[in-house]
């Protein structure tokens, strides 16, 4: 492998991911860059376990959401253990499919009938309860190397920092947006009552609470009817 391009490669595509207009066109990056960047892989996605659920994200292709779909049905999968972090490893291989593999016994021999000969799994990132990986699959046994798993390793690093980055980005505007929302509606409480600002915030507060609304869904209801809803 060409340490050198890999090197150039992973560079522009991290300046790429920071450049991503949304959580989901990063994600959607991550995979096809995971295509384009490892040797051997045909296929790549992201499984996020959030408490009890399981979610798949920018499936590159079809199989990837299927397989994940397997894993959380049958309660086991490489995918679920890279993001579960429950052996303490951050890295999961299955190098052919068409061997026996012990830990676990339900899931291989239905993912080689769906014509996968060999896959990775990566620790992607954990964020609150959140835990992530990035998989990596090869229609192909033995596809996976040892230089395969560097290259992810890498990929993997680079991602969990774009995709926290494109978070705290998204969150940021979500938060502003809400400022300038209750704004709005404070501005209108102002106007209809004839009341200070902080009085317009504290009816717009106590509504909130007393019909267990979050402040926000509050604002836009003011914001869309000139008025506290009637409920």
């Known amino acids: 492998m060409d340490w050198r391009k890999f090197a150039e490669q992973i560079g522009a595509m991290a300046h790429d991911l920071l450049e991503q207009s949304s959580v989901e066109a990063t994600m959607e990056r991550i995979s096809g860059s995971a295509t384009d960047l ?51 490893e951050r890295v999961f291989r299955i190098a052919d ?3 026996a593999e012990p830990r676990w016994p339900a899931f291989v ?18 964020e609150d309860e959140d835990f992530g990986a990035l998989n990596f699959y090869s229609r192909r046994p033995g596809a996976f190397t ?6 992810g390793v890498l990929l993997a690093s680079h991602a969990a920092v774009a995709l926290s980055a494109a978070r705290t980005h998204a969150q940021m505007e979500q938060a502003l947006a809400t400022r300038h929302q209750i704004g709005q509606a404070m501005g209108l409480l102002m106007a209809r009552h004839n009341v200070p600002e902080n009085e317009a915030f504290n009816r717009l507060r106590r509504f909130s609470q007393e019909n267990n609304m979050k402040l926000r869904e ?3 209801l003011v914001c869309e009817q000139g008025a506290l809803p009637r409920l």
């Open 38 to 88: 490892v040797v051997g892989c045909d296929a790549a996605g992201i499984l996020v376990l959030s408490g009890t659920r399981s979610v798949s994200l920018a499936p590159s292709e079809g199989l990837v959401a299927e397989l994940d779909r397997l894993q959380r049905e049958l309660g086991q999968g490489p995918c679920f253990d890279a993001a579960r972090r429950s052996t303490g």
């Open 97 to 99: 499919f068409s061997e």
């Open 109 to 126: 021999p239905e993912a080689r009938k769906r014509g996968v000969g060999s896959m990775m799994g990566f620790l992607l990132y954990t």
């Open 146 to 151: 040892e230089e395969s798993e560097r290259a």
């Open 218 to 220: 509050v604002a836009r």
